[in-house]
C-alpha cells in the first residue's frame, strides 16, 4: 500500500527539480512520532517525521548534505503546517525498514480508509501515536474550523462551539443546507444534524478542551467516525 504522505513528499520534490531525492523516498513508509511536549501553536505537538526505507536507502538518505535534507525537511512541513492541534514537524529521521514495521504501517493506513481526509490528516498519527484523547480532539476542532469558516465567509460573523452550530445550520434560514428543507422528512434532516453538530462540541470538543480526559482505543475510534460523518455531510450540502 503506498504512503500518502511519502507520495506528496515526492510531488514536492519532482516540482523543485529533485527527482534524485523523489527516486530515494520511492519504496519508503512514514511515520509521524509525537513528543509529549506542545508547540507554537494551540494544542500542537512536537513531533519528528520519521521515515522508514531498505537499508541501501536509508543509508543514502542519511549520507545527504544539509542542504538536501533541508529539501526534505521542507517537503515534509508543507505536508504538515504549523497548526493548532497539529503535529509541528521539529525533525526528519531515517529508519531502515522490516517487513513486521511495514506490515504494522500498512494495518494502520486500512483503519484510515473510510475516514474523511480532513479527519485523517489532523488525527491518525496521533491515534496511532496512542493519544487517543488528543485525536479525537483534533478531529472535532478540524469539524469546528471548517464550519466557522464556512459562516465567516458567507455573513461575515465569526462564531464558535454549539452556537456556531446552530446559527449554521438553523432550519429557518440555514447557512449551511443539508437538504431541501421542504419536507417534514428533509426538515427533521436539517434540525437533526443541526443538534448531531452542536451536541458533538459541546459534548466532546470542549470537555476535552478543559479537563485531561483518558479514553481508550475503542472509544476514540467511535468518536473519530463521527466527525467523519460531520464533515462529509458538510460535502454533501447545498453550500
Known amino acids: 500500500m503506498s504512503d500518502n504522505n511519502i507520495e506528496k513528499i515526492r510531488q514536492i520534490l519532482h516540482y523543485k527539480e529533485r527527482d534524485d531525492l523523489s527516486e530515494l523516498l520511492s519504496q519508503s513508509k512514514s511515520k ?12 500542537s505537538i512536537l513531533s519528528t517525521f520519521e521515515i522508514y526505507s531498505s537499508i541501501e536507502y536509508t ?9 538536501e535534507h533541508d ?12 497548526r493548532d492541534a497539529s503535529p509541528e514537524i521539529m525533525d526528519v529521521k531515517y529508519y531502515i525498514s522490516s517487513s513486521e514495521e511495514n506490515n504494522d504501517l ?7 480508509a473510510n475516514i474523511h481526509p480532513d479527519i485523517t490528516k489532523v488525527s491518525k498519527q496521533l491515534f496511532s501515536d496512542k493519544h487517543y484523547a488528543q485525536a479525537v480532539f483534533s478531529a472535532f476542532i478540524e469539524v469546528n474550523f471548517r464550519v466557522k ?7 461575515g460573523e465569526e462564531l464558535d462551539g454549539k452556537d456556531l452550530m446552530f446559527k449554521a445550520f438553523n432550519l429557518g434560514d440555514p447557512i449551511i443546507q443539508l437538504s431541501n428543507c421542504s419536507t417534514k422528512t428533509e426538515k427533521n434532516i436539517q434540525e437533526g444534524y443541526g443538534h448531531l453538530f452542536a451536541g458533538a462540541i459541546q459534548g466532546i470538543r470542549n470537555p476535552k ?24 455531510k458538510i460535502d454533501e450540502s447545498y453550500q
Open 32 to 43: 509521524v512520532q509525537a513528543s509529549s511536549s506542545y508547540g507554537s501553536k494551540l494544542n
Open 59 to 67: 543509508e543514502k538518505l542519511r549520507n545527504l548534505n544539509k542542504e
Open 71 to 82: 529539501l526534505i525537511f521542507l517537503a515534509v512541513k508543507e505536508v504538515y503546517p504549523i
Open 106 to 112: 500498512d494495518s494502520a493506513d486500512s483503519l484510515w
Open 149 to 155: 469558516n464556512i459562516v465567516k465567509n458567507k455573513i
Open 209 to 232: 478542551a478543559h479537563e485531561n480526559i483518558t479514553i481508550d482505543e475503542n472509544r476514540a475510534i467511535h468518536f473519530i467516525y463521527l466527525a467523519s460523518l460531520l464533515m462529509y
